[in-house]
């Protein structure tokens, strides 16, 4: 069995109102976890989470993308994890304008192993006006 070189787990903390489903996702380098890829149509819940892991077993880093769904409109989430020199870990995350993303945060203390989670919040951007004002 080889030995994991590289991984990184990614944890997405719905914050918000709404239901956010998955619509498609990849891995460029490296290969889904043991829980799995996620399943297309899953739907994570409002103010809920889900966790995926992917991993590399060669020389290599891992990349990959997950794009989810929602009345808002589409979110995406690339994450990056070179060979070495984790300076150069990357996750970006794209937000419609009514939803907003907080700074990922990184625990890279195993440095080959970064944990990352995302945090999506309402956006208060464009926000129509409060009905009950």
Known sequence: MAAIRKSIDLILQNSTNELL???SFNLIRGEWGPAGPPV?????????????????????????Y???????????ITWHVPLS???NLA????????????????????????????????????SPPDRGE
């Open 21 to 23: 489903t998955i619509e």
């Open 66 to 76: 997950l794009h989810l769904g929602s009345t808002k409109g589409y979110i995406k």
């Open 85 to 87: 020199g984790m300076q």
């Open 91 to 126: 996750v970006d995350v794209t937000v419609p304008d009514r939803l907003a993303s907080l700074a990922p945060c990184y625990n890279t203390e195993l440095a080959d192993y970064p944990v990352v989670l995302v945090t999506l919040v309402p956006s208060l951007v464009g």
């Open 40 to 64: 297309r149509g899953d739907v994570i819940p409002k103010q809920g989470s889900k966790r995926w892991m992917s991993l590399s077993k060669a020389f290599t880093g891992v990349d990959g």
